[in-house]
């Protein structure tokens, strides 16, 4: 069969449900940013197949740019998740409720 | 075309494999590593779909710098007590489940019914994708967008010295 | 009918009014005498400018053929739509008979009154009261519409409660007064169905009659006619016997009469004014008043007299056997209010009327003296613990004897002129039958016992009371003894105008004598129905004596023989046990049930209740939503986004 772009959407979809179900389940928070990053991925997944659509290699730059903000995001929040678990002493998402009422 | 086709699907179930393992395994070492290992699955993907440049920085940057930072930080959580952080928090899962079903099926149902998307990919221009395309793409046109780039890596860098500065009053209240 | 209009008679009524609001004002202050004397003048005021009245109406010239009526056409009470309704007071004959017996007698007892409540911290109250009713009871006898009649029956009806119920710190007398002002309510509420009836009859007739008296009567013939034409003869029945339930509930008839003993429990003035002489009187009056209504139905008639007859005997079987002074003299009242009643059933209204003033003069004239007798003894009622007092308050006993002589039917009293009249009638008269005549006669005979027993064992024989009291044994007042010689005065001497032309009520009253029973009666009938009721109350008379005062054992053996009929009789049959079997108990459970089950647990709990928990739930539940867990709120989007993904794919795709 001949591979064609709804493949690749379909793939992109199911690596981002993945891990939009990954991101209600888990507990622990790197899991959690984790299964952002898997989000992430999707997403580019998803330009890069439009970008070989359309033929444009502005596409492909902006695919780039996502990986350069996920990782920034990625350090920044880590960062986070170490001052409060020096702050806290957890790392588990249910215990931190500030927001709660 | 068979190969590619046969490259793409096996890479795909791979990546769709180990996505499910870094959702559902317990212990976060063990997740980090199974999600490195879709970062390469999916690098083949980008391969497979003639983003050569992409693929080469996906494996660079996303599984060899982002990864190996999420594994030190595991490792420095993990070091200062050892909590099992791996309950799996029972009440949504089985709605998860049925959403993820849900979901699924709706965008590839959708996909199925639309017409002209089921193709082939038109003709790749024989600069797609290389270094020179991309290259150029980002310094011409986007340079703005880069330098701008920058300076989030310059904020990050710092937010990051600043969040895990020790205060001197000690730690952990 | 000719009406003059004359706003003097307002005046009648006003007076104890104003003694009323007067001696409330006054009602925790000292003197008491002051209050006493006010209320006795606003009655007697009240006397007379009735008396001023009937000289008024007696000198008015009336057209040939027609009787005059002097009404007095104050402000509209009730406008709504057709329906007109004034405040309007008429004087005629009727409430000329009815005025002179009710301020009459009502004065004599405020002046007994004086010296029997005078040593009661409360007196003031009731001479406020006693001043309330006597004005309700002017406004029920002059009223000239229905409505305003019923504002008085209600009024009268309201004063008893309150003086029955005049020393409320004890429950009993809290009870008694309860229980006859529910009694009469049961009455009031036929009454009103009957006035509502009566409307609509007369509006479908085609007569805007305002349930006025005077137009009602006018308009009768031809508006019956319709009546019959429309609804059927079943209509006029209905609308009598609603009415007549409405008279037993004020007039203390089967099965309405068991809060006539009970009220007993008030004060003897009280008893004497209200429960012998007037209140019981009203519903008389109303059968009197509405009597062309009544003369259009045989049925209910025959209802009426055979009520009559019934609480005549049943009543009096039941005084045979009390111990309670009072108690003898309140079932007396039943059965004579059953004699009224006979003769309402028979046509004869105006014997009625008779039988109702000379009652007044002696059934008040005893209870006045059962007061004195109890006043002597301090406070003790039971005849079988009295005895011998006829030398020690000879003018007690006098005038007692006199009341037992007249309500006897004993010659030329009063009493024997008006019963005379009504077995007359209940024998031979259109509507009579042998049975009510025999049954009446038999009330009679058994009257006349109980009477002279009541006599016997409290004035004769020895005293068989307390030693101690014996000595303290003493003549009324002479504020309480006066009242007691001019009520037999008048018991006396009240019958002999039926032997003046123009003062017989039959010639007096003729206008509300229905036309059948006006009829002659043959001379040989008279005078045997006459010799029949001598005999029957001789035939008491021995009977008492030689009960009571011969020595022999009849008594004792009867005693023996009759034990449980006598033990029944003295227990009133136990109705009013039955009542509360049938009646009250399954009032109260339902009652009872109504308020456990259906207002506190269903309502309250359930529904109210429930309410409550169900908000609190909701509201439980949305404030657990924000639980701060991050988790939480993104499973939500990510339903919220399921959701939406399919809907819109699904829309595009169709």
């Known amino acids: 069969m001949i591979i064609g772009l709804a493949h690749y959407l379909v793939l992109a979809a199911a690596l981002f449900i993945i891990g939009l179900i990954g991101l209600t389940i888990r507990k622990n928070i790197i899991v959690l940013f984790m299964c952002v990053e898997l989000m992430l991925n999707s997403a580019n997944l998803t330009i890069l197949a439009y970008a070989r659509q359309f033929n444009d290699s502005d596409f492909h730059a902006a695919a780039l740019f996502v990986m350069v903000i996920a990782a920034a995001e990625a ?10 678990f020096r702050y806290r002493g957890t790392a588990d998402s249910t215990k931190l409720t500030l927001l709660k009422g | 075309m068979l190969i590619s086709s046969a490259v793409f699907y096996i890479f795909a179930i791979l990546s769709v494999i180990s996505a499910i393992l870094t959702v559902s395994v317990s212990s976060p070492v063990k997740s980090a590593v199974s999600m490195i290992f879709c970062l390469f699955c999916l690098a083949v993907i980008y391969f497979t779909l003639g983003a050569h440049f992409a693929g080469i920085i996906q494996i660079l940057v996303y599984a060899g710098a982002i990864m190996v930072l999420f594994l030190f930080v595991i490792m420095l959580l993990e070091k200062r007590n050892n909590e099992s952080f791996d309950d799996i928090i029972s009440a949504p899962k089985i709605i998860s489940l049925v959403l993820a079903v849900i979901l699924l099926t709706a965008l590839s149902a959708s996909l199925a019914a639309s017409t002209g998307y089921i193709g082939i990919f038109p003709n790749a221009a024989e600069s797609f994708g290389t270094l020179k395309a991309v290259g150029s793409s980002i310094f011409k046109k986007y340079i703005f967008v880069f330098e701008a780039l920058s300076a989030l890596i310059l904020v990050a860098i710092a937010g990051v010295t600043l969040l895990s500065a020790k205060n001197s009053e000690g730690d952990n209240k | 009918m000719h009406q003059i209009n004359m ?12 003694g009323a609001i007067f001696c409330f004002a006054l009602r925790d202050k000292k003197p008491a005498i002051l209050c006493g004397i006010t209320a006795s003048l606003m009655v007697f005021l009240s006397l007379i400018s009735s008396t001023a009245s009937v000289f008024a109406l007696s000198g008015a010239a009336s057209p040939a053929g027609t009787e005059t009526v002097i009404v007095s056409n104050n402000f509209t009470w009730i406008s709504a739509g057709d329906l007109k309704i004034g405040c309007d007071l008429m004087f005629d004959r009727l409430s000329a008979v009815m005025l002179f017996v009710v301020t009459f007698v009502g004065f004599l007892i405020h002046i007994y009154s004086i010296g029997y409540m005078i040593h009661d911290k409360d007196s003031n109250r009731f001479f ?16 000239k519409n229905l409505v305003l009649m019923f504002v008085g029956w209600e009024g ?7 003086l029955i119920s005049f020393w409320w710190s004890d429950p009993a007398n809290a009870a008694a007064g309860r229980k006859a002002f529910i009694t009469n309510r049961i009455g009031d509420f036929a009454f009103l169905s009957a006035m509502f009836i009566l409307y609509w009859l007369y509006s479908a007739a085609g007569f805007n009659s ?16 319709n009546i019959f034409a429309i609804k059927g003869a079943v209509a006029i029945d209905i609308v009598c016997i609603l009415l007549f339930i409405g008279a037993s509930g004020k007039s ?31 519903g008389v009056y109303m059968c009197v008043r509405l009597g062309f209504l009544f003369a259009a139905s045989a049925l209910a008639l025959k209802i009426i007299a055979f009520t009559g007859v019934l609480t005549a005997v049943f009543a009096a079987v039941i005084a045979m056997a009390q111990t309670d002074i009072k108690k003898v003299l309140a079932y007396s009242t039943v059965s004579q209010l059953g004699f009224m009643f006979i003769a309402v059933g028979c046509g004869a209204f105006t014997s009625a009327i008779f039988h109702l003033a000379t009652h007044a003069f002696f059934k008040s004239l005893l209870f006045l003296g059962a007061g004195s007798v109890i006043h002597s003894l301090a406070g003790e009622q039971d005849i079988m613990k009295m005895g011998g007092l006829r030398k020690l308050i000879p003018g007690t006993f006098t005038t007692f004897f006199i009341g037992v002589y007249a309500i006897s039917g004993l010659p030329l009293m009063s009493g024997f002129f008006s019963k005379d009249e009504i077995l007359l009638y209940s024998f031979a008269g259109p509507h009579s039958n042998a049975v009510f005549y025999a049954l009446a006669a038999l009330a009679s005979f058994l009257t006349s016992l109980y009477m002279h027993r009541l006599l016997f064992l409290v004035f004769y024989g020895s005293f068989r009371g307390d030693a101690k009291k014996y000595g303290h044994i003493h003549e009324s007042p002479a504020i309480m003894t006066v009242p007691l010689y001019i009520l037999a005065f008048f018991s006396i001497f009240s019958g002999f105008i ?18 059948i029973a006006a009829a002659n009666i043959s001379h040989s009938a008279e005078y045997s129905v006459m010799g029949i009721a001598l005999a029957a109350a001789f035939a008491g008379l021995i009977a008492a004596y030689k009960f009571y005062i011969s020595s022999n054992d009849y008594l004792s053996k009867i005693n023996k023989a009759f034990a449980a009929f006598i033990k029944m009789q003295e227990n009133k049959f136990y109705i009013d046990e039955l009542y509360d079997l049938i009646i009250i108990s399954p009032l109260k459970s339902v009652s009872i049930f109504l308020h456990k089950i259906i207002d506190v647990k269903f309502i309250d709990d359930y529904i109210v209740g429930g309410t409550v928990r169900g908000f609190k739930y909701i509201n439980s539940a949305l404030s657990d939503a924000q639980s701060g867990r991050v988790q939480g709120y993104l499973s939500a989007m990510a339903a919220g986004l399921a959701v939406m993904t399919v809907y819109v794919l699904y829309n595009s795709i169709r």
């Open chain 1, 75 to 84: 350090a920044l929040g880590l960062a986070l998740v170490v001052a409060m």
């Open chain 3, 7 to 18: 706003h003097f008679i307002n005046l009648i009524p006003l007076f104890p009014l104003l």
């Open chain 3, 128 to 143: 406020s009261y006693l001043n309330l009713f006597v004005f309700f009871m002017i406004i029920l006898v002059t009223a």
């Open chain 3, 156 to 162: 009268v009806g309201l004063c008893s409660y309150l």
């Open chain 3, 210 to 225: 305002g349930l006025d008296f005077i137009s009602l009567s006018e308009n009768f013939k031809s508006a019956a006619a």
């Open chain 3, 252 to 282: 203390a008839q089967i099965p309405l009469y068991v809060w006539l003993p009970d009220a007993m429990a008030g004060p003897t003035p009280v008893s004497a004014l209200i429960h012998a002489a007037t209140m019981v009187t009203a």
């Open chain 3, 498 to 515: 039926v032997f003046f032309k123009s003062l017989n009520f039959k010639t007096l009253l003729a206008s509300y004598q229905s036309a």
